[in-house]
């Protein structure tokens, strides 16, 4: 931007106007000297026309430079505009960032006010208040899908927690024995809530809010005997060793489930899908599996002595070793089946589907196989009961 001019500046160029006229119309005079009169009143206004001249250009020089201030004043005002209002947007910018990471920083504090305020109810010795916690640790789940994991996490943590079951006691019994059985009952209770909570949310056929898409049912070595979980979804679960002795697993989805060492003693899973399912080892003495559905789980080395396999679906399961000693399976369909070095002693087979069966080394004395089908079964040494049933 230019410098602005002083008065002394604009005095002096004033000065040097008239001086280069009056030097102009004082040279043109000499030139015209001897000349008449008209000669020299021309050579005047030639000078003066000189002098008017350069007064015209600086005059125009002035105006040029106002021009040209305006202009970068105007410009300079623009950019000033320019530069406030990016600074406005810049700050409008920073307040709504500020204002974003405040209120996610409120959220997460009150999530986490409630989650500790909910897993302390849980060490309540009072009922009623770990019943209030589980339920609210699920709300905080389905208005949180972030906390799901650990919520999950959290109950079945609880679950797999020490528990002594309520037992019956004598008529006798002392007020103090009365008082723990009642905390106990209460504390049946308080689980069965949460092995709800987590089979409701299970499901992944649910609307997202309603399912918990990174739950993990984890509950080995948990003692639920005697849980009702009628239906419930524990699919894929671990139940690795859990004692389920005595419980209502009836229609239960337990497909793809871990059973491994599972006690399940007088269990009924009648019904239940239990297809894929991992059961090695497990113990289903005396269980109910009418209609079960057991397609191609693992049951190597199980024990299915006394269960009740009635029309249960066992095609392509794996019972090598399994123990079957007076299990019921009539009607059972174990097509394809692994029976290698199963035993089926006193075993009810009649009208089972065997065909294609694998029975190497299985014990077949006195089982009941009248009426199964038994094409394509392979045994190296079939017993007198399976060679007669062949050959009728």
């Known amino acids: ?134 339920h609210a640790l699920e709300r905080l789940a389905n208005n949180n899908p972030g906390q799901q994991e650990a919520i999950g996490a959290l109950i079945c943590g609880y679950l797999r927690m020490v528990y002594h079951p309520p037992k019956d006691l004598p008529e006798d019994a002392d007020q103090e024995a009365r008082d723990r059985r009642d905390e106990r009952v209460q504390e049946r209770e308080t689980r069965q809530t949460a092995l709800d909570i987590l089979s409701r949310h299970n499901d992944p056929r649910l609307r997202a809010k309603s399912h918990w898409a990174a739950l993990g049912i984890r509950l080995q070595r948990a003692n639920l005997s005697g849980a009702h979980l009628t239906f419930a979804n524990l699919m894929g679960a671990n139940l690795d060793d859990a004692d389920l002795s005595g419980a209502d697993l009836s229609g239960a989805d337990l497909s793809d489930a871990h059973l491994s060492g599972a006690y399940l003693v007088r269990a009924d899973l009648s019904g239940a899908d239990l297809s894929g399912a991992d059961l090695t080892r497990a113990n289903l003495t005396a269980a109910y599996l009418e209609v079960a559905n057991l397609r191609g789980a693992n049951l190597s080395g199980a024990d299915l002595s006394g269960a009740d396999l009635t029309r249960a679906n066992l095609s392509g399961a794996n019972l090598a070793g399994a123990y079957l000693e007076g299990a019921n399976l009539i009607g059972a369909c174990l097509e394809g089946a692994n029976l290698e070095g199963a035993d089926l002693d006193g075993a009810d087979l009649a009208d089972a589907n065997l065909a294609g069966a694998y029975l190497e080394g299985a014990n077949l004395d006195g089982a009941d196989l009248t009426g199964a089908n038994l094409t394509g079964v392979v045994r190296s040494t079939p017993p007198r009961s399976l060679t007669s049933e062949a050959e009728s």
């Open 1 to 134: 931007m230019s410098k602005p001019l002083t008065g002394r500046f604009l005095l002096a160029v004033a000065v040097a106007i008239v001086l280069v006229t009056a030097a102009a119309v004082g040279a043109l005079l000499l030139l015209s000297r001897g000349g008449n009169a008209a000669a020299q009143l021309d050579a005047v206004r030639i000078g003066l026309t000189v002098g008017l001249g350069g007064g015209g250009g600086f005059a125009l020089y002035l105006a040029w430079r106002r021009q040209r201030s305006a202009e970068a004043d105007l410009d300079n005002r623009e950019r000033a505009l320019a530069h406030q209002r990016q600074v406005s947007t810049d700050t409008k910018a920073h307040q709504e960032r500020v204002a974003t990471a405040t209120e996610a920083d409120a959220v997460e504090r009150r999530i986490t006010d409630l989650y500790t305020k909910a897993a302390d109810q849980l060490g309540s010795d009072k009922a009623v208040v770990r019943l209030a916690g589980l």
